[in-house]
């Protein structure tokens, strides 16, 4: 027996007899209806469902106003290893650094951005499934996805000097001056001390009235956290103050065009500062983009 959920045309979880591919506390942003479902003869069974109601419902409001959808101009496209499940991006000092996953393949890698070649890199314990990763201080952070532990590496060395716990599921991470902010598949984002591990704050995230669930990778810049919904090819910017959904940034084309596969979703967001650069990639891309956000 196997169950394949769809939005759209786009696979969103898959069940093979009794495992779950996905977790169930992986929920997709899908609950304007289902529209047909089908079970054949030979024990498959596909259900499709609506559109994602969090972009089509949250161009509603905040304060009385839309929430503006923002297209992107591809400014150069750059080789991305298609054999890396990306689950987290950052940019520094020339080079890209790349969380990747899946269980028994999971690493940390340094990566030239021009050609794509992984310069340098750890793998992860096969028990552990790397998600998120960010860079602050002269130390790599990386999450993985169910252990509720965090590695430490050297920056320079990638050698691990520590590790760290959270009580959730880790999906993305990034950081503002002050903390590390880690999404978990819900709308909430949780902001830690990075010298302590302490959990500051909680901040839930919504478009209008609207909780938005499926936070994913992570990136912070200019004063607003960048999120990625899971399984739509939106990124949101986020206010940290009061948690709203400023934009819906639109990357649908370029998702349609780059995703190889059901699981090949958009993931990875980095900024060079320096450089006012903007990288997006996605699970087993073959290509990096360097985009530029079409402000209205
Ligand atoms: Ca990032």
Same mark, same amino acid.
Request: aromatic share 10%; glycine share 12%.
């Given at each position: 027996?196997?169950?394949?959920?769809?939005?759209?045309?786009?696979?969103?979880?898959?069940?093979?007899?009794?495992?779950?591919?996905?977790?169930?506390?992986?929920?997709?942003?899908?609950?304007?209806?289902?529209?047909?479902?089908?079970?054949?003869?030979?024990?498959?069974?596909?259900?499709?469902?609506?559109?994602p109601s969090v972009p089509a419902r949250s161009a509603s409001a905040i304060a009385g106003t839309q929430i503006p959808v923002l297209s992107v101009n591809v400014i150069k496209t750059f080789p991305h290893d298609p054999k890396a499940f990306t689950q987290g991006l950052e940019y520094y000092g020339g080079f890209l650094y790349e969380s990747t996953s899946l269980k028994g393949?999971?690493?940390?890698?340094?990566?030239?951005? *021009?050609?794509?070649?992984?310069?340098? #890199?750890?793998?992860?314990?096969? =028990?552990?499934? !790397?998600? @998120? %990763? $960010?860079?602050?201080?002269?130390?790599?952070?990386?999450?993985?996805?169910?252990?509720?532990?965090?590695?430490?590496? *050297?920056?320079?060395?990638?050698?691990? #000097?520590?590790?760290?716990?959270? =009580?959730?599921? !880790?999906? @993305? %991470? $990034?950081?503002?001056?002050?903390?590390?902010?880690?999404?978990?598949?819900t709308n909430q984002l949780q902001f830690f001390d990075p010298a302590t591990f302490q959990l500051q704050r909680r901040l839930e995230v919504y478009a209008g009235q609207e909780a938005v669930v499926n936070l994913n990778e992570l990136e912070y810049i200019h004063g607003r956290i960048y999120a990625y919904i899971w399984h739509s090819a939106r990124l949101a910017p986020i206010d940290p103050h009061n948690g709203q959904v400023l934009a819906w940034i639109d990357l649908e084309k370029i998702s349609s065009k780059e995703q190889r596969e059901p699981e090949g979703v958009l993931n990875g967001i980095a900024y060079d500062r320096k450089g006012d650069r903007l990288f997006i990639t996605g699970k087993d891309w073959a290509d990096l983009l360097q985009i530029k956000i079409e402000e209205k």
């Open positions: 027996m196997s169950v394949d959920l769809f939005s759209g045309r786009k696979l969103g979880m898959i069940w093979r007899g009794q495992t779950l591919r996905r977790p169930a506390t992986r929920v997709l942003p899908l609950t304007i209806g289902v529209i047909g479902v089908w079970l054949s003869g030979c024990g498959t069974a596909q259900v499709a469902i609506a559109k393949k999971s690493s940390l890698r340094k990566v030239d951005i *021009d050609t794509g070649r992984v310069l340098q #890199s750890v793998a992860l314990s096969p =028990e552990y499934f !790397g998600e @998120g %990763l $960010t860079i602050l201080r002269g130390k790599i952070y990386q999450l993985t996805w169910l252990s509720k532990t965090g590695f430490i590496y *050297d920056l320079q060395t990638f050698r691990k #000097s520590g590790e760290f716990h959270y =009580e959730s599921e !880790g999906w @993305g %991470l $990034t950081h503002d001056e002050h903390s590390l902010i880690l999404s978990d598949g």
